[in-house]
């Protein structure tokens, strides 16, 4: 079904080939509210033996401040293609701006962990917005002709997040308190709330179909729902309990409700009828492979430094940097050679990479030497560059203008629901691993409490320590087969320059 042409922003110019200044400026407004976003979920995560102590706690209860905010970004997203649509990207975008700086102030006030938890959810209404509004906001004033830069430009706080994130936590929490992992946000939130309003375009939405409200019962809660029970996993070690089950059989009920829904209906809260475009398709098969794979084994290096070779929070976030001064070099290119030839090159370079980097850690040991680790670490990060934002742009390049916020919105679902199926996955495998060696806890315990070593026999520390590294890299292999996987989809992405998406669109339908 092909779309009458839609006309770019007034003044932005997509057709020119470079970027200009008006484009720049409403890059950096995006990526102010992209970086807020993404830092959140990583900074967090080093707190979390924080609250435990703060709120006397446990690590189960203290966890629901990820798992709450991460529910909350699930909930929002599928609601945002539409409202987008509805309202403006504008009004939407500092709307999202302002429920996210009020959770990050409600969050520095809280009292017991049932109010940080509480307060953690109205954050994630804002983060969940934040970036597919940000990825439809930057379309729409680039253009096809351009989009594989402007992406390239947000996707750099989605790569330097997971990696700065432990270490500007780890120097909050040390040098001042865990409050101000959350105020920090105050002052960079203002500034992008006075930017938006300044640099983003007006909005003029146009009289917007009906509200999908079935679609919205269906797909939110069953996201949700879902998510909830697969983020469960680890903590309850298996997939067989009732806390996992119950709420992700319902939750994938409800989703495959809301497909058999969404087939039917003109106008669907989630556009499924975007998958009749081939490029999209591929891309989605692509960044579902790719997100279980890369994100699922970011948590392993973190936890392998600190409870194997036992590095700090903020050491291990340290050591983990190399991995994103990579990509930061990769990124633009990739950006211009994607406008240029299309991502389909681009993508399979990157992976290539990954996996050449990724399959230096299943051999981990005890002792693995930092710069091996570090060098493997950088060209795992060149790959990140080619990889991640082109498969977005694969996806978003070929759709037209009023297409792009449900696009957006879609590959926004999928990245956040493979992502969770992959921390999930890597945690159980890892956790079953551990558990198969009983030499492992106490080695692991003596290694951050120095005095339990001198209750157990020699040797147990380092055979012990030994073992558990060799768990982290049988882990590391689940997540190098995943990657080598990802090439299959990653073929059939696009190889050629973009056209008007118009046109593209008519070329990549599969008529069904």
């Given at each position: 079904?092909?779309?009458?042409?839609?006309?770019?922003?007034?003044?932005?110019?997509?057709?020119?080939?470079?970027?200009?200044?008006?484009?720049?400026?409403?890059?950096?407004?995006?990526?102010?509210?992209?970086?807020?976003?993404?830092?959140?979920?990583?900074?967090?995560?080093?707190?979390?033996?924080?609250?435990?102590?703060?709120?006397?706690?446990?690590?189960?209860?203290?966890?629901?401040?990820?798992?709450?905010?991460?529910?909350?970004?699930?909930?929002?997203?599928?609601?945002?293609?539409?409202?987008?649509?509805?309202?403006?990207?504008?009004?939407?975008?500092?709307?999202?701006?302002?429920?996210?700086?009020?959770?990050?102030?409600?969050?520095?006030?809280?009292?017991?962990?049932?109010?940080?938890?509480?307060?953690?959810?109205?954050?994630?209404?804002?983060?969940?917005?934040?970036?597919?509004?940000?990825?439809?906001?930057?379309?729409?004033?680039?253009?096809?002709?351009?989009?594989?830069?402007?992406?390239?430009?947000?996707?750099?706080?989605?790569?330097?997040?997971?990696?700065?994130?432990?270490?500007?936590?780890?120097?909050?929490?040390?040098?001042?308190?865990?409050?101000?992992?959350?105020?920090?946000?105050?002052?960079?939130?203002?500034?992008?709330?006075?930017?938006?309003?300044?640099?983003?375009?007006?909005?003029?939405?146009?009289?917007?179909?009906?509200?999908?409200?079935?679609?919205?019962?269906?797909?939110?809660?069953?996201?949700?729902?879902?998510?909830?029970?697969?983020?469960?996993?680890?903590?309850?070690?298996?997939?067989?309990?009732?806390?996992?089950?119950?709420?992700?059989?319902?939750?994938?009920?409800?989703?495959?409700?809301?497909?058999?829904?969404?087939?039917?209906?003109?106008?669907?809260?989630?556009?499924?009828?975007?998958?009749?475009?081939?490029?999209?398709?591929?891309?989605?098969?692509?960044?579902?492979?790719?997100?279980?794979?890369?994100?699922?084994?970011?948590?392993?290096?973190?936890?392998?430094?600190?409870?194997?070779?036992?590095?700090?929070?903020?050491?291990?976030?340290?050591?983990?940097?190399?991995?994103?001064?990579?990509?930061?070099?990769?990124?633009?290119?990739?950006?211009?050679?994607?406008?240029?030839?299309?991502?389909?090159?681009?993508?399979?370079?990157?992976?290539?990479?990954?996996?050449?980097?990724?399959?230096?850690?299943?051999?981990?040991?005890?002792?693995?030497?930092?710069?091996?680790?570090?060098?493997?670490?950088?060209?795992?990060?060149?790959?990140?560059?080619?990889?991640?934002?082109?498969?977005?742009?694969?996806?978003?390049?070929?759709?037209?203008?009023?297409?792009?916020?449900?696009?957006?919105?879609?590959?926004?679902?999928?990245?956040?629901?493979?992502?969770?199926?992959?921390?999930?996955?890597?945690?159980?495998?890892?956790?079953?691993?551990?558990?198969?060696?009983?030499?492992?806890?106490?080695?692991?315990?003596?290694?951050f409490d120095p005095t339990l070593a001198g209750n157990l026999p020699p040797g147990t520390i380092e055979v012990g320590l030994q073992r558990a590294a060799e768990a982290f890299g049988h882990t590391y292999v689940v997540a190098v087969v995943l990657i080598v996987f990802t090439l299959v989809p990653a073929f059939f992405l696009p190889r050629t320059k973009p056209t008007n998406p118009e046109v593209a669109e008519a070329a990549t339908t599969v008529h069904v």
């Amino acid at each position: 079904m092909t779309q009458p042409p839609d006309k770019p922003a007034a003044g932005l110019g997509p057709t020119a080939d470079k970027l200009d200044a008006a484009v720049f400026k409403v890059a950096g407004v995006v990526v102010l509210g992209a970086i807020m976003s993404i830092l959140d979920i990583t900074v967090v995560s080093v707190a979390i033996p924080t609250f435990q102590r703060e709120f006397d706690t446990s690590y189960a209860i203290a966890a629901w401040t990820m798992t709450g905010y991460t529910l909350a970004l699930a909930t929002v997203i599928p609601l945002t293609g539409w409202a987008a649509d509805r309202f403006g990207t504008k009004r939407l975008y500092l709307m999202a701006l302002t429920f996210f700086v009020l959770g990050s102030v409600l969050c520095s006030t809280a009292w017991n962990i049932e109010s940080l938890i509480a307060f953690r959810v109205i954050q994630g209404i804002g983060g969940g917005m934040l970036m597919p509004l940000g990825m439809t906001i930057m379309t729409h004033a680039a253009g096809p002709q351009r989009i594989g830069r402007v992406m390239a430009v947000l996707g750099v706080p989605m790569l330097l997040g997971p990696i700065a994130g432990p270490i500007l936590g780890g120097w909050l929490i040390e040098n001042f308190s865990w409050h101000w992992i959350f105020l920090i946000n105050l002052p960079i939130g203002v500034v992008a709330l006075v930017l938006a309003v300044i640099v983003l375009p007006a909005d003029n939405p146009e009289p917007s179909e009906s509200f999908d409200f079935l679609g919205m019962l269906l797909a939110s809660p069953g996201l949700a729902l879902f998510l909830f029970g697969v983020s469960s996993i680890p903590e309850e070690g298996t997939v067989a309990a009732a806390k996992v089950l119950v709420p992700a059989v319902i939750g994938a009920l409800l989703m495959v409700a809301f497909v058999l829904h969404a087939l039917r209906t003109e106008h669907p809260l989630i556009d499924l009828h975007l998958f009749r475009n081939r490029a999209l398709t591929f891309s989605v098969l692509t960044m579902v492979l790719f997100a279980i794979a890369f994100f699922g084994a970011a948590l392993l290096l973190p936890t392998y430094l600190q409870q194997v070779r036992g590095e700090s929070a903020l050491q291990a976030g340290l050591l983990i940097a190399p991995q994103g001064i990579g990509a930061v070099l990769t990124m633009p290119v990739a950006g211009r050679l994607v406008d240029k030839i299309g991502p389909g090159k681009i993508v399979m370079v990157g992976i290539t990479l990954i996996t050449i980097g990724m399959a230096y850690f299943v051999q981990l040991d005890a002792d693995s030497s930092y710069v091996t680790m570090i060098t493997a670490l950088f060209v795992m990060g060149l790959g990140m560059g080619c990889t991640m934002m082109p498969i977005m742009t694969a996806a978003i390049q070929t759709l037209t203008h009023q297409q792009v916020a449900r696009g957006s919105t879609l590959m926004n679902i999928v990245n956040q629901t493979a992502g969770s199926i992959g921390t999930a996955t890597m945690s159980v495998v890892l956790t079953n691993l551990l558990n198969n060696e009983p030499l492992v806890r106490p080695a692991i315990a003596a290694n951050f409490d120095p005095t339990l070593a001198g209750n157990l026999p020699p040797g147990t520390i380092e055979v012990g320590l030994q073992r558990a590294a060799e768990a982290f890299g049988h882990t590391y292999v689940v997540a190098v087969v995943l990657i080598v996987f990802t090439l299959v989809p990653a073929f059939f992405l696009p190889r050629t320059k973009p056209t008007n998406p118009e046109v593209a669109e008519a070329a990549t339908t599969v008529h069904v």
